[in-house]
């Protein structure tokens, strides 16, 4: 067994078994092999982490920026010491390629360094008062015990960006990682014990996911809800939250359109296409979902996306040649067979790929599909799978309407050698990311969020600490100036 892997729950600075024996089991998706397990916990587990956390919190709130921001840095040490073994324990739960996998575990260390360099950068106000004898101040202060909600497909990074900011605020945080991919989750425990984070600042407890999000939700000690996932799963989340008022970060589905027009790079275009189409398996929820090709250059960029899909290497993500890994369960490889199934029904032709691998289990063929319309159900849902859905377009008007034609907000891409038509993108295309003629474009640096049904608040950026901070006006008085 692995010998970062963590069995139990991490629970005010010591690992825990749940209070009952019910564990759940974690499979390696490029295998099928049981890795191991973890406890299956629910409320009660819960509640004692939350209590962990606010009585952590009573003391970590008044710790100066710049201790927080040392021991963030101390955590960054670790991470980027291990970063081989914590790579290799991803790809292992989650099933991404290697490579990836060292990408994000990289990612994890920046969104870190990132929020320790913000720490010391919240700042107040001192306003003008209207009134001689009084002065007028506004100050940030912690918003309290964060509950966070992270999903498989980027089990370690997701944490990291939701973790950094809260602890840069002077947050305490209680984190339900995805039972999918646990391990990558309950590593952060031992991390943040060696860099010498306070017991109970941060706590990790897997299980039953409906329960502990409940708890979380409900539970008036926990003051903000950080979620990423889906939008069905996001909307529950703030139905319970809205009995204690909670602040929510919402980070959920995407839809996300990628425009390619006549007079775009073709290979610049495709190679764009390929990085947000094809990274961890399509598994992303800023992927790019549906992708409008204008017709003078339809035929040319399709060609070369068969070429290029066709190249990539399936298999076991742990192999240092293969492009693409396994899905991560069966219930996401026949929701990728049901919305091709759906468009090959409807008249839209394959070019190349549309069924499972020879490799078995949950792989599947890197796959082209042309003539798709808005009448398919890929139009309006996320396919989350390694599947290229081509529309054609003939004017920009139209394919501004298209790309905007769904419930979802969060990235859009898009590929123009027009400086006009670039910044008409920017300001008509409704969404909270959008890349133009870049196909990765998440970076600690910015802010990442989406909008209409994708969520609401950031993360990342310097927007992304304010989540986890209250503002706080005072007013001093009597001064007798």
Request: hydrophobic letters at 40%; proline letters at 4%; glycine letters at 10%.
């Amino acid at each position: 067994m692995n010998a970062l892997i963590r069995q139990k729950n991490f629970i005010g600075g010591h690992w825990v078994d749940a209070d009952d024996a019910q564990t759940v089991d974690v499979i390696n998706p490029a295998t099928g092999s049981k890795i191991g397990t973890v406890p299956n916990g629910g409320a009660s587990e819960t509640e004692k982490a939350i209590a962990a956390a606010a009585h952590a919190f009573e003391s970590w709130r008044n710790t100066t920026a710049l201790e927080r921001a040392n021991l963030m840095l101390a955590v960054v040490d670790i991470i980027e010491a291990r970063h081989e073994e914590l790579a290799h324990l991803l790809t292992e739960e989650q099933g991404k390629p290697i490579a990836e996998a060292k990408g994000e575990v990289g990612s994890s260390a920046a969104y870190l360094r990132w929020f320790a360099e913000e720490a010391r950068r919240v700042y107040g106000d001192v306003v003008p008062s209207p009134i001689a004898t009084r002065r007028i101040m506004v100050i940030k202060e912690p918003i309290g015990v964060v509950g966070a909600i992270t999903p498989w497909n980027f089990p370690s990074s997701m944490i990291g960006r939701k973790l950094g900011a809260a602890l840069a605020a002077g947050c305490t945080m209680v984190i339900k990682p995805s039972e999918l991919t646990p391990y990558s989750g309950l590593i952060w425990g031992d991390l943040c014990k060696e860099a010498g984070i306070p017991d109970g600042v941060v706590n990790i407890v897997t299980g039953d996911s409906k329960v502990i999000g409940k708890e979380l939700c409900e539970n008036p000690i926990v003051r903000k809800i950080s979620f990423t996932g889906s939008t069905r799963v996001g909307k529950i989340l703030a139905e319970q939250s809205a009995s204690t008022v909670k602040k929510m970060s919402l980070e959920l589905g995407g839809n996300a359109p990628f425009l390619v027009f006549d007079d775009a790079d073709i290979e610049q275009a495709v190679s764009g296409a390929m990085a947000a189409k094809y990274r961890n398996m399509g598994q992303t929820c800023v992927c790019a979902n549906r992708f409008y090709v204008q017709e003078g250059i339809h035929d040319q960029f399709v060609k070369r996306l068969v070429e290029e899909s066709e190249a990539m290497r399936v298999g076991d993500g742990s192999k240092e040649e293969v492009d693409q890994g396994p899905l991560v369960s069966q219930d996401a490889l026949e929701k990728v067979e049901d919305l091709v199934s759906d468009m090959t029904s409807k008249g839209a032709r394959v070019k190349t790929g549309a069924k499972r691998h020879s490799l078995g289990l949950t792989y599947y063929e890197p796959t082209v599909i042309e003539g798709v319309t808005q009448d398919m159900r890929i139009a309006r849902e996320e396919v989350f799978g390694p599947v290229t859905a081509v529309f054609k377009f003939s004017d920009e008007a139209d394919a501004v309407a298209m790309a905007n034609d769904t419930e979802y907000g969060l990235a859009a891409f898009v590929y123009t050698q027009n400086l006009g038509r670039g910044f008409r993108m920017m300001e008509r295309l409704k969404y909270g990311l959008i890349g133009i003629n870049e196909g990765v474009i998440s970076t600690p640096e910015a802010p990442f969020g989406g909008v209409k049904e994708s969520g609401m608040g950031k993360e990342g950026g310097r927007q992304g600490i304010e989540d986890y901070l209250d503002t706080k006006y005072i007013c001093l008085g009597g001064l007798g100036l």
